[in-house]
């Protein structure tokens, strides 16, 4: 689909004027370039046009934003009245909330404090339970809304920075003139739109869902507590999100989950989502590897910090992987230290035993627990002094938890702006020297102050999914769905830390993880349909259809929608809104209707100035000049593929009652010709001379979308692949499972290696040296019980004597190579045995079928 009609399908109408004009900029384009050669002048005035744009789409969202702002705190405020109203009118008698909860005397006085100023008489009169349910419904219909506005936001400014890359990308291509560079860093940057930071108001919109969800009663517990549930099954899974995806899969989740927040007084600000990670290896890659083949007992050391690099206690953290035959878990250990004594630990002249033991004597820490703690900081310490461990490679990324505060059944965080930074000092260049970490970067993403191949920006969000879950319990559905929606890809036991050291020592590592071929493919999937960011229906409207689709079973949030769900129209009595087809003036109305030719004039000049009012109104809402004669020739079976009103989806929402129609709703019935056919041949020839410049007009329209097409086709070739899948189900999708490894790489493919491995490749030697012996026993009875001079029982003895031996030699040869490979982890070739079996019976037929010959043979002389 070409970019222009995906713009026209894929907006939110009650925002279309503020949309980038992206077929007017595209026309303006194209006709001062066939029409003359490009000058100063034509420089000027088209730079001069997409400076308006983007003043006008910077402004929009910059007010958007603000009024969203505005309307989750006004939601807030509105809440705690209802609350406050709640327990004024004393209807929880037994000291109980309405979900049975005890509430002491200080959530009492919480509950009806409100900082608003504006609380009047009515807002704390008794009210109803009835009436206090309406009132939180209203605010769910509100939160609803809220959350649709934030969804379409985020696609309207995806939709107008890819507008305005492509429309910059068209006008260098055709005029030869390099704008895209310099409008990109004089204009776009000092209007930056496109790099909105959507987590804060997403947290906002968390804390105001979690809020109406259970009616101003917000599960409490602590953030950084896992909860108390025992004997569960913990399942964690990876997927990777495209960015197109990430601001729509946080809205899905918050609808079920809240934002965790580890300190709901503090404002939140970006860098408190902000993490960094220094992992710890050698110059041989030893941790890499170990963490890369998944070999028993291999170990991951990092330091981590939460926010700016300003944080004085850095926390230390050991993982280790357990392989499941040893009935032990992997498990991830950890101890807090002050960022001053952190070189000093690191090289060995300060242990935490001290440090640790003052916590027992404060009663902070039992003292079991704080011998493992010493333990754990003495082994991470040992291991750094005599693995001559140092900084390799810095994560950073801004993660997004949701979970319920002290209950981790479910427990999902995605990790957006993801990078991976060089620390190491291996080839010359001081980066972190002496020092722990480098100093040169905080948290300033993208870190342009970095030389490009010191960094690898990822391109997708990673998504994890925590369950415990007990035995043979399934998980929420709503997390199954989303698992299995078009949002996410599933990349299991994906580690940040291989990936960064995968490409960022590329010199250094040949053997890379599974994933790494498939960044080069797009995992941009087509839209199932699955979890729609939904408008509620308007009020007056409840009992109909709670969803607008227009055509291409699009809403108006821009979220595709099951093709099965009927289209919401809005109800029309007959004769209440004039047909576009009735506005036009009618040629024989005399006769039709008995008028004067008076009246008919009249009913001709009100008409004909309909039809002018509704071609403005279009132009307004930028719609290019002539759709209305364009709809009008539709009716007569007219079309026009550059009607950008084609694939317009309906309105939804409280404004959707003020619209009676969208331009993506069903054409006119078919009329017939247009003239009468007893007029003068005169009108029929004027009519079929407006047919034909209408038909070259538009044959002309085109042969410039054909051009059109062979440009863009030259952009969207990477996505090609996706458009075709788009044709097919989900369940149709091909899977591509012939990768192949970089050049001088290897793909390193987890192989679970147990114990019993081991005793079953041994099993096996035995087995054949077992076959051998008695196949040596008969050779050497043969040897023993023939005469001297039997030259017939020598041969076979003879055969049999080097089957044997080929027999043991072979299965020495496949024993040792099996252990190597068991060893180093390696599946190629090491469970089935093509060549032997069948090399031994051929062995072992010819000798018994040279004894029977040699033997019929000498009973025939």
């Known amino acids: 689909m070409k970019f222009g009609r995906k713009i026209s399908n894929d907006l939110y109408n009650e925002w279309r004027p503020f949309y980038i004009n992206y077929n007017l900029l595209k026309r303006e384009l194209k006709d001062r370039t066939t029409s003359h050669n490009w000058n100063d002048n034509d420089e000027r005035e088209f730079t001069a046009m997409l400076e308006r744009e983007l003043d006008k789409i910077h402004d929009f969202q910059k007010s958007k934003t603000a009024e969203l702002a505005t309307r989750i705190r006004d939601a807030e405020r509105a809440v705690k009245r209802l609350v406050t109203a709640e327990y004024i009118d004393g209807r929880p008698a037994n000291g109980r909330d309405p979900e049975g909860h005890e509430r002491g005397p200080s959530e009492h006085q919480d509950a009806g404090s409100d900082d608003d100023d504006d609380t009047d008489d009515e807002d704390s009169a008794a009210m109803s339970v009835d009436a206090l349910e309406d009132q939180f419904m209203v605010l769910e219909e509100e939160v609803a809304t809220l959350v649709a506005d934030v969804h379409d936001l985020a696609l309207y400014t995806k939709l107008n920075i890819t507008g305005f890359m492509k429309i910059l990308k068209k006008h260098d291509k055709q005029t030869n003139r390099p704008l895209k560079p310099t409008f990109i860093q004089e204009y776009l940057e000092k209007r930056p739109f496109y790099k909105y930071n959507w987590d804060g108001l997403i947290v906002k919109l968390s804390k105001l869902y979690d809020l109406v969800r259970t009616r101003g009663h917000p599960v ?266 078009h949002l996410v890809e599933a990349v299991p036991k994906l580690s940040k830390f291989i990936h960064g050291c995968a490409t960022l020592l590329p010199h250094r590592v040949d053997l890379v993880p599974f994933w790494f071929p498939q960044m080069d493919t797009d995992i941009l999937k087509p839209d199932t349909g699955a979890l729609t960011i939904e408008r509620p229906m308007p009020a007056s409207s409840k009992g109909t259809s709670d969803m607008s689709t227009g055509s291409g079973g699009r809403g108006s949030s821009g979220v595709a929608t099951p093709d099965n769900m009927p289209a919401y129209t809005e109800p029309l009595s007959e004769g209440e809104e004039d047909e576009e087809m009735d506005l036009a003036p009618a040629r024989d109305e005399d006769k039709r209707t008995g008028l004067s030719e008076d009246q008919v004039a009249a009913a001709i000049a009100f008409r004909e100035k309909s039809l002018k009012q509704q071609s403005d109104a279009h132009q307004q809402q930028g719609i290019p000049s002539g759709s209305a004669s364009r709809d009008y020739g539709a009716a007569n079976g007219e079309t026009d593929e550059e009607d950008p009103d084609e694939h317009t989806p309906f309105l939804r929402g409280p404004k959707a009652s003020q619209t009676k129609k969208s331009a993506s709703s069903e054409r006119p019935q078919t009329r017939a010709l247009s003239i009468d056919p007893l007029a003068p041949s005169s009108a029929f020839d004027k009519t079929l001379r407006d047919r034909l410049r209408q038909d070259a007009e538009r044959q002309a329209r085109d042969r410039e979308e054909a051009v059109d097409e062979e440009e863009e086709e030259e952009e969207t070739a990477a996505g090609s692949s996706l458009r075709r899948s788009s044709s097919r189900r989900d369940s149709e999708r091909l899977l591509e499972r012939h990768w192949v490894a970089p050049p001088g790489k290897r793909i390193a493919v987890p192989v679970r290696i147990e114990p019993k491995v081991y005793f079953a490749a041994e099993r096996t030697f035995l087995k054949w040296l077992h076959f051998a012996i008695y196949i040596g026993t008969i050779a050497t009875a043969l040897l023993n019980f023939i005469p001297p001079d039997d030259m017939v029982g020598l041969i076979s003895a003879g055969l049999f004597t080097l089957t044997a031996l080929v027999a043991i030699a072979y299965s020495a040869v496949i024993f040792v190579y099996r252990a190597l490979h068991l060893r180093k982890h390696r599946a190629d070739g090491m469970y089935y045995d093509k060549y032997g079996p069948t090399v031994l019976s051929i062995f072992l037929l010819g000798a018994l079928g040279t004894n029977i010959i040699l033997r019929l043979r000498e009973m025939g002389e």
Do not use: C
């Open 220 to 485: 409490q517990g602590d953030s950084s507590a896992g909860g108390s549930q025992s004997a569960f099954v913990r399942q964690t899974t990876k997927y990777w999100v495209h960015p197109d995806n990430l601001v729509h899969l946080k809205l899905a989740i918050l609808r079920h989950l809240p934002v965790l927040v580890f300190n709901p007084e503090k404002e939140f600000e970006p860098k408190d989502a902000a993490i960094t990670s220094i992992y710890f290896d050698n110059e041989d890659l030893e941790l890499y590897l170990g963490r890369l083949e998944k070999t028993e007992g291999a170990e991951a050391v990092r330091l981590r910090w939460y926010g700016d690099t300003g944080v004085k206690t850095i926390f230390v953290e050991r993982k280790t992987h357990r392989e499941d035959w040893t009935g032990e878990k992997s498990v991830k250990a950890r101890f807090p230290i002050k960022e001053h004594l952190v070189n000093a630990f690191l090289r060995g002249e300060y242990t935490m035993d001290q440090e640790f033991q003052e916590l027992v004597a404060k009663g902070k820490k039992s003292q079991q627990e704080v011998d493992s703690m010493i333990q754990l900081a003495n082994e991470v310490q040992y291991a750094i002094l005599t693995k001559q461990l140092q900084p390799v490679m810095r994560t950073f990324y801004n993660r997004t938890a949701f979970q319920l505060p002290g209950d981790a059944r479910v427990r999902i965080s995605l990790d957006t702006e993801l990078t991976m930074v060089r620390e190491d000092n291996w080839d010359g260049r001081i980066r972190s020297g002496d020092n722990w970490r480098r100093t040169d970067i905080g948290i300033d993403h993208p870190f342009e102050q970095l030389p490009s191949e010191d960094k690898e920006l990822f391109k997708y969000g990673v998504l994890e999914v925590k369950l415990q879950t007990q035995f043979g319990q399934e998980p929420p559905e709503w997390v199954t769905d989303l698992v299995s929606s």
